[in-house]
């Protein structure tokens, strides 16, 4: 078994005039928890939404469990295969607000996966319990705190055991207080060996979960090291500056 | 109780009418405008659906074709649409009677103004709901079937039924086409005896009946849609 979960070529993405994503190249290896890091606008955001085709990439080649495919002439059901293996986590959660807890973790499985009722809420239930939600099974959306949103959207993610989980900055939209339960599950997670690819702007998560940093500005990956490599001895002036700016902003 | 038997001597004669004269206004409205309603506000859903869903999954031609029923219909009056129906097409050769006239044009009228409503509540259905479908693997029609139709009802329930209740009023234009409904009914009544002021005191007051039980389903459906919403 190739060790690459996904590869990326060449991926080129314009919005009109703008040139959001110039030419990304990227390897993401099974187990591997990769931060994507980089100041807002740099194109983080959708570099992830590219890959799950919510947005359409230009150009570009990706190679995802093996199979290759062409970003820009894909197929519908290609692109269904793909989703099929992979797990998004959104920035505000985006819970299904008609359907409780359990059956916003069930509804994928059920629905698009056929699986049966009993069997998939009992994998929800799993799922709740272990983002410390079970008691929380039959609330709606709306009855539960940001924090707990995300927990369940993570269940949700997760439900199908996808060979890849996309974060779009999952803690960005959360009280500081509620950051860390998110975290926590998340720390979880990538300690299970699950491959993780996490746009985020939380360093601490970056510096100690992720074993991985891409750092990207303008559109382009600047710099992609190991992660202790890149907190303690970067030396690409451009990730020294933000590093200072982020700490400046921490210390505040 | 002396002046409440002075009024009724006094008055005689209009207030008999107005009694006798109830069973004459109501069968007519549980027959003809009650029936006139449900028949065309369930076309109107129809298309209202249709119509709504095509503007909003941008199905070319069929869109424009949308926008464009939308505009003449909303830009022309009812009763002129019921005239050119049921006084105009004949010229043409199609001849309705005056209840298949009311319908069409109910349900063609009404079908305009409710996909606006359910075009505005699919609208406001978060696209990130959607994207989170597509991302969990639900396709397009599973997505719109489990996630954004049941919360675009629920949106659109009220100003529906909004429109329900208007449309219980507009049947009494039917009268213009010879349909005996409700209106036309008491209007006979009222020729055929010289006593207006109470009889359309009277089927007014039927009409606010109709509309009281509708409000008050209006109130018990909007209990049940609102298990998942804060309000």
Redesign the interface.
């Known amino acids: 078994m190739e060790n690459a979960i996904i590869k990326v070529k060449g991926l080129k993405k314009t919005f009109g005039e703008l040139e959001v994503l110039k030419e990304i190249d990227l390897t993401v290896n099974r187990g591997d928890v990769v931060a994507v890091l980089g100041s807002s606008g740099s194109g983080k955001t959708t570099l992830l939404r590219c890959l799950?085709f919510?947005e359409r990439a230009d150009e570009g080649k990706l190679s995802f469990d093996g199979r290759s495919f062409d970003l820009a002439s894909i197929k519908k059901a290609e692109i269904?295969e793909i989703?099929?293996k992979?797990?998004?986590v959104?920035q505000?959660y985006?819970?299904?607000?008609?359907?409780t807890a359990l059956k916003n973790v069930t509804?994928?499985l059920i629905?698009?996966?056929r699986v049966p009722r009993k069997e998939a809420e009992e994998k929800g239930l799993e799922l709740l319990r272990k983002v410390g939600l079970e008691d929380k099974r039959d609330y709606?959306?709306?009855q539960l705190s940001g924090g707990q949103q995300q927990r369940i959207?993570i269940a949700?993610?997760i439900?199908?055991d996808p060979e890849i989980i996309y974060f779009d900055e999952p803690t960005s939209a959360l009280d500081p207080e509620l950051i860390g339960e998110v975290l926590t599950v998340m720390r979880e997670l990538a300690e299970e060996g699950r491959t993780m690819l996490v746009v985020t702007h939380e360093m601490s998560f970056a510096e100690n979960v992720s074993n991985r940093v891409i750092f990207m500005e303008n559109g382009a990956i600047l710099e992609e090291a190991p992660s202790n490599e890149f907190f303690r001895n970067t030396k690409n002036e451009r990730v020294r500056a933000f590093l200072n700016m982020i700490s400046k902003e921490e210390e505040k | 109780m002396q002046w409440l038997t002075e009024l009724y001597e006094q008055n005689k004669r209009v207030i008999d009418v107005a009694i006798q004269s109830f069973p004459k206004i109501i069968v007519p409205g549980l027959t003809v405008t009650i029936p006139l309603t449900i028949l065309s506000f369930t076309f109107a859903m129809v298309i209202a659906i249709a119509v709504a869903m095509i503007q909003y999954a941008r199905v070319p031609v069929l869109r424009q074709i949308s926008r464009f029923y939308i505009w003449v219909i909303r830009g022309t009056p009812l009763l002129v649409q019921l005239y050119l129906v049921f006084f105009g097409l004949p010229s043409v050769g199609i001849v309705l009677d005056g209840f298949t006239a009311a319908v069409i044009v109910f349900s063609i009228n009404e079908g305009a103004y409710c996909a606006e409503t359910m075009r505005s509540a699919l609208e406001a259905v978060p696209v990130g709901q959607i994207e989170a479908g597509y991302c969990v693997g639900m396709n397009y029609f599973q997505v719109m079937r489990r996630i954004v139709l049941p919360q675009a009802f629920r949106t659109a329930f009220p100003p529906l039924s909004n429109s329900l209740i208007g449309m219980v009023k507009d049947t009494s234009l039917a009268a213009n086409i010879t349909v005996v409904e409700m209106f036309m009914a008491t209007q006979r009544i009222a020729r055929a005896n010289y006593v207006t002021l109470a009889l359309y005191i009277e089927v007014a007051l039927v009409y606010l009946l109709f509309s009281t039980v509708l409000t008050f389903i209006q109130r018990r459906g909007e209990r049940r849609l609102n298990a998942y919403t804060a309000f």
């Open positions: 799950n919510l269904a989703r099929a992979t797990g998004f959104f505000n985006n819970l299904f607000a008609n359907k509804e994928g629905i698009a996966r709606y959306p709306y959207a949700r993610a439900a199908a």
